[in-house]
């Protein structure tokens, strides 16, 4: 892995963009939430030192988040990691990153009644129903991205008011 000229870590043999410590750091922001909203940054400060025996800054953890400083000390990524209930390996190893990831978006989202509900509904079909479940949704998901794109749904007027025939 290396990082280009911007900061963004590249993966040599798949030559994808990887996300920096930065990017990792302002996703479990985002993600990891409190009382449904985001930490603040002496929330995470506090909690941090008290996990870790030592002194982190409010700034620090800002510094952290925004890229403007980018190699802490392994107790600092210690203490980040248990604040935010991930393991150490989130910062260092990609594997790790997406697999914490696709795991906190799924807990974000069973957040939501509806797709609580959705899911709970799925557990009690059978494989048939499931599948049928999954190509339903594939189709409901790609007419909402053909409509944010700018594409219309059949029967829907044009920009000048006229409809299809």
């Known amino acids: 892995m290396y990082t280009n000229p911007t900061g963004d870590h590249l993966s040599a043999s798949q030559g994808v963009l990887m996300p920096s410590l930065a990017d990792k750091i302002d996703k479990l922001f985002t ?4 009382q449904g909203r985001e930490y ?3 929330e995470v400060a506090r909690g941090c030192s008290e996990l870790s025996g030592g002194t982190f800054s409010k700034t620090y953890v800002w510094q ?42 799924l807990a ?11 899911a709970l509904r799925a557990t009690r079909m059978d494989d048939a129903g499931r599948a049928a479940l999954l190509r ?16 219309r749904q059949p029967g829907e007027p044009t920009p000048d008011g006229k409809r299809d025939a």
């Open 31 to 34: 993600t990891v939430r409190t």
């Open 40 to 42: 603040t940054y002496e």
């Open 64 to 105: 952290l988040r925004t890229g403007q400083r980018d190699n802490p000390t392994k107790r600092h990524l210690e203490a980040l990691a248990a604040f935010f209930r991930v393991p150490v390996a989130y910062f260092f190893d990609d594997e790790a990153t997406e697999r914490v990831d696709a795991q906190i978006a």
């Open 108 to 118: 974000s989202a069973m957040r939501h009644a509806g797709v609580r509900d959705i």
């Open 136 to 151: 339903i949704l594939s189709e409901v998901s790609a007419l909402q991205t053909s409509t944010k794109a700018g594409g």
